[in-house]
């Protein structure tokens, strides 16, 4: 397999920008549809922030506020953000440590296929999902929590949730290269949900203690809910340009991280 593999990956393939963006669409259409058939996965990952939501934001909260925001409104970034990191870290963490385990990137490798089509493809089903969970959120606030936004607020809040992925998916390939197929998922939890709660994702940030509100400015997931707050008028008012900026040296972060991993993973295979 490694010679195989070693003669086929120094073998230069050529092909046309149109055929490279197939393999690329047929990579992420299979990778999609293997994590709709997983139940484990869209369960969780699906009804978890809209239980939530529907528990907290319209059936015992549906006539309060937070501040000048009613509390259907406000919670849609928040749980909106929760799901968008479940999503993004078990479709990468857990998918990518599962198959390095199973040797099935080693068999990608030795195919013709373009070495980053298998990435892009957990990315891109990490924002499909995501969308997913953000749509019905908005679609349960509309229909039974009075949730009323311009078209433009809308766009620009599903635009924010759903980049939101993308960090969060570089942490994601991090983490999947450094756990194992068992220590995954268990590895996931332990950091997104304590992450979560300090981030003020489950209770307003502005009700936790000072010391917790101190911390969430270094946590990503604060960073993404407060941009989305903010489209519904209820974020902390501290600059966007900071909020992204943090997102993105995140993400820098991370994909370091999982580069190092991929390296490691390459010269054990070759070595």
């Known amino acids: 397999m490694s010679t195989a593999t070693m003669a086929l990956s120094s073998t230069q393939i050529q092909r046309s920008p149109a055929h490279t963006a197939t393999i690329y669409l047929k990579e992420a259409k299979y990778e999609f549809l293997k994590y709709l058939r997983l139940r484990m996965y869209t369960v969780s990952v699906l009804s978890f922030p809209i239980m ?62 373009p070495p980053f089509a298998y990435f892009a493809a957990k990315i891109a089903t990490s924002l499909v999902f995501s969308t997913i969970i953000v749509l019905a959120l908005f679609t349960l606030g509309i229909a039974f929590g009075g949730v009323r936004m311009p078209v433009a607020s809308f766009a620009r809040l599903l635009g924010i949730l759903a980049a939101g992925s993308l960090p969060f998916s570089a942490m994601g390939l991090a983490l999947g290269y450094f756990t194992g197929p068992n220590s995954a998922p268990p590895t996931i939890n332990l950091i997104y949900l304590p992450m979560s709660f ?10 936790l203690p000072k010391v917790v509100q101190k911390i969430a400015l270094v946590l990503p997931p604060y960073h993404l809910s407060q941009l989305a707050l903010g489209v519904v008028g209820a974020g902390t008012h501290e600059s966007a340009i900071a909020h992204w900026e943090a997102l993105a040296a995140f993400t ?14 390459q010269e054990k295979m070759y070595g």
């Open 52 to 113: 939530f939501y529907v528990l907290f934001g319209l059936v015992l909260n549906s006539n309060q506020s937070i501040g000048a925001t009613r509390v259907a409104a406000y919670l849609i970034p928040t749980y909106g953000t929760f799901g968008v990191i479940a999503a993004s870290l078990f479709g990468t963490a857990a998918g990518l440590a599962s198959d390095r385990g199973l040797g099935w990137l080693e068999v990608k490798r030795a195919s013709p296929m």
């Open 198 to 207: 300090c981030s003020g994702l489950w209770i307003p940030i502005m009700f």
């Open 252 to 265: 820098m972060i991370c994909l370091g991280i999982a580069r190092i991993g991929f390296q490691r993973d």
